[in-house]
């Protein structure tokens, strides 16, 4: 059964489209702060390693919760450069990967992280409205499509239980003009769209300005088995410190014990020229709606300030052996399905040209949520996982490494979420083939009006199952 983004694409079409794209994040198009490099011996506090949203927010939250703390964050490359620079913006409510997976996973506590879920949002606009953070941050809201008839019914049961607004044919085709549409449910409040990359550069700059020293260009290679001293490599840096986070993503943690818990996914991403005002008047989208299909395999798509269309998903792909890589990003089939299916989405931009196009590796768990824990006698904290919904819920994971520290029970670290992990992959090949298995299943499932074969069931069954 083909659905709706198999329709043939005139691969001239593709060809021209795609002709003049640079390689590389848009929205690291634009000039960058640079932090030192880290030299001999530093005594602190409190150390971060990583400088991405997960670290920059552990930072900042640690000196706002203590200004006389030292603090220093450590980061491999440059900061906002990894995932935090390379996203789609969207910045979700949902601390579990949406409201399914974590009623699936955490039922009798689902009320309550959705509640921690939604103020977190909206502490994070506040932190970004009192810090006064350039990040441009618009409370647009999230508008899921159907694109296929079976598709309309899960929509529709969303809306029935209370997830959003239903729009029927007409009413989700008036908002945008795609003939794909078939239904929209639309919620205007759990989710906004921010410039990803501008938001790490104003933590950076909002944690310098709180007293917290950065450093670049520094890679943390070792943290002491005796306590928590951490041997940074870059310019023979040695930190020693009291407590450490390690907000590290899909890099190797500095813990044996993590390195199977999470593997990375590649997702990649395309950027349209900024549209003329004649182009945007043929695709509606006034409200500027973060927008997602429903698919296992979905695009998300939303407008830049500038606007441009920020086009990503589908494709979402494993490499064997476990590696971060730089030679997985430039996948040419990859992008070149990605402008066909833009063009099935929006035929009345076929004059619309791609300017930049990006990938970027997501550190996937078997409960597609984050996960916490301690290390080093409740000295080290750290945070993995987020599984491609990072760009909020990070805000909410910081929060979480900082309270397990000062180890005394809050609301967040009492969750079971919080308290339990989950459990890791296979090593290779085992790893490889259950993950192939699985996307080729979800691929077949979009094919087949939903229904989940054998293997998605029983992974359902185990807990281990994902629903987009
Ligand atoms: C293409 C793409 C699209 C996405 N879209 C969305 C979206 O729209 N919404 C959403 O919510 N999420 C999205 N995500 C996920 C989101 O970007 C991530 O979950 C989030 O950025 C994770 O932040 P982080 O700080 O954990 O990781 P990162 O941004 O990867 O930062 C980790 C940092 O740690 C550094 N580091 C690692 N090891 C060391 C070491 N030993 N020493 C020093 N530094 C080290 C790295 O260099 C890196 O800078 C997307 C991800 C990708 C790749």
């Not at 409190?46 to 706002?64: C, D, K, M, R, S």
């Not at 789609?88 to 601390?95: C, H, I, K, P, T």
């Not at 409370?139 to 029935?160: C, K, N, Y």
């Not at 989208?285 to 990503?312: E, K, P, S």
Request: charged residues 20%.
């Amino acid at each position: 059964m083909e659905t709706v983004f198999d329709a043939h694409v005139d691969a001239d079409l593709v060809g021209r489209a795609l002709a003049a794209s640079a390689f590389g994040s848009v929205w690291l198009d634009i000039p960058r702060p640079e932090y030192p490099q880290a030299t001999g011996s530093i005594i602190c506090d409190l150390v971060i390693v990583g400088g991405g949203y997960a670290g920059l927010w552990t930072a900042l939250h640690a000196a706002q919760r203590n200004p006389d703390r030292r603090i220093v964050l450590v980061e491999a490359n440059r900061i906002g450069w990894a995932a935090s620079g390379r996203n789609g913006g969207f910045v979700d409510a949902s601390l579990t990967h949406g409201l399914e997976n974590g009623k699936a996973r955490w039922p009798n506590e689902i009320d309550i992280v959705e509640t921690m879920g939604r103020e977190n949002l909206d502490g994070m606009q506040a932190d970004i409205e009192s810090l006064g953070l350039n990040t441009e941050w618009q409370r647009t809201g999230m508008l899921s499509v159907a694109t296929e008839p079976h598709q309309v019914d899960w929509l529709t049961d969303a809306a029935a239980k209370g997830e959003g607004q239903l729009l029927g044919l007409r009413e989700v085709r008036d908002e945008v003009h795609s003939p794909t549409y078939l239904a929209g449910l639309y919620n205007p409040d759990t989710c906004a769209i921010v410039h990803p990359a501008k938001l790490a550069f104003e933590l950076a700059r909002a944690c310098q300005e709180a007293g917290v020293r950065i450093y670049e260009h520094t890679n943390a290679t070792h943290l002491d088995a005796a306590g928590v001293a951490l041997h940074v490599a870059a310019g023979e840096a040695t930190v020693t410190c009291r407590n450490a986070v390690l907000a590290t993503n899909v890099y190797p943690s500095l813990l044996e014990r993590n390195r199977l818990r999470t593997v990375m996914v590649y997702d990649y991403v395309l950027a349209t020229e900024p549209l003329t005002d004649a182009q945007l008047d043929r695709i509606g989208w006034r409200r500027r709606q973060g927008i997602g299909d429903c698919a296992n395999q979905f695009h998300y798509y939303r407008l830049t300030m500038d606007n441009r269309i920020v086009w990503g998903g589908y494709d979402a792909v494993y490499h064997f052996g476990h590696r971060v890589n730089d030679r997985y990003e430039d996948r040419a089939a990859t992008y070149r399905r990605l402008a066909a299916h833009f063009f099935i989405t929006f035929p009345a931009l076929e004059d619309a040209r791609f300017t930049h196009r990006w990938a970027g590796a997501i550190d996937t768990n078997t409960r597609f949520c984050a996960h916490w824990g301690l290390a080093r006698d409740g000295r080290v904290a750290y945070v993995n996982g987020f599984t491609g919904l990072g760009v909020g819920a990070a805000r909410f994971a910081a929060d979480v490494c900082l309270d397990l520290l000062e180890g005394e029970p809050t609301p967040r670290t009492e969750l079971e979420m919080v308290r339990k992990r989950p459990l890791p992959f296979p090593p290779e090949p085992l790893a490889s083939i259950g993950i192939q298995a699985t996307r080729w299943s979800l691929d077949r499932a979009d094919h087949s009006a939903g229904r989940r074969n054998l293997l998605l069931r029983t992974l359902d069954a185990l807990g281990l199952g994902f629903d987009s």
